[in-house]
């Protein structure tokens, strides 16, 4: 584990983003909150955000962090049959939250797909990347 003792506690931002292609039921099933096991997007939600606060539990040598914000929003897009995902973290501390965004993104896409594996295993999550960060010694990053 890197030694963060001497580092200064900073405000730090981090979101993330992916995507999961799904057919055309599925998306009714989601859009239209139909689904067998329940509110698809509601429950990948709050899996998003319990991930992130657990990212310290998931990743080797990742810090537990206190979170002070974290979200996970949804975009459906019926036309192309993807939803994306972005979820944003933040915090006030001496290390960024890169890999909680990131994990938050991962895991609410990993809920839809069990959530909706009884209509069609064919789920293709794709994309998954930092979107932005803020804060730090390494400054702002945006993904171009």
Sequence with gaps: MVDVS???TTARTASAVGTIQVNREIMEAVVHKTAAKGDVLGVARVAGIMAAKRTWELIPMCHPLCIRKCSVDFETDEENLEIRAVATVKVEDVTGVEMEALTAVSTALLTIY??????DKRMEITGIHLLRKTGGK???FHYD
């Design 6 to 8: 001497e580092k200064k």
């Design 138 to 140: 390494s400054g702002d």
């Design 114 to 119: 069990d959530m909706c594996k009884a209509i």
